[in-house]
């Protein structure tokens, strides 16, 4: 159930990446994981990993562009009332706390899949939370203090 989550709320944030992209309205590309391949062998013409690993922790799931500023975001699902900060690795926050530092647009966008609910939180709001301590943030809090974002036909939504 997890996984689907997360690839429903992949799947919606590629095809709005792609409409900007389309659009000429912003570059946004989903990261790969910094991952190295030891051992890569031939098996039926096809390239069969062998042995490999990650070098490092990787930062968010999502960087690019969007009038001349550096966009990068981190994308989470849940699917009960609240949210657990601990979902947001330190590092994840770390970097995105950085990023707005030097001017950069940082957010978490999160699905309650429960209330089929889309918010962009900035990561000065995290912020707030981890600094008051806060482990879980419920729904109703969630939506008083971040944006409710819309699933807009032909299914994406408008994070920048």
């Not at 689907?4 to 709320?9: H, I, P, T, Y």
């Not at 912020?127 to 809090?141: A, C, P």
């Amino acid at each position: 159930m997890n996984k689907n989550r997360g690839m429903f709320l992949e799947k919606i944030l590629n095809q709005t990446i792609e409409n900007y992209w389309n659009n000429n309205y912003a570059f946004i590309e989903k990261k790969g994981l910094p991952f190295i391949f030891n051992k890569i062998s031939k098996n039926n013409n096809k390239l069969e990993i062998q042995n490999g690993y990650l070098s490092k922790k990787s930062t968010v799931d999502y960087i690019g562009m969007f009038c001349g500023s550096f966009v990068c975001f981190e994308a989470k699902s849940c699917n009960t009332n609240k949210f657990d900060l601990k979902n947001i690795k330190k590092h994840q926050i770390e970097y995105l706390a950085l990023m707005e530092k030097y001017g950069s647009i940082a957010f978490i966008i999160l699905f309650f899949a429960d209330y089929d609910v889309f918010f962009k939180i900035s990561i000065k709001q995290i912020l707030i939370w981890l600094s008051e301590k806060r482990n879980t943030i419920h729904f109703e809090e969630i939506k008083r203090n971040s944006q409710v974002l819309e699933l807009e036909f032909p299914g994406f939504l408008n994070i920048l």
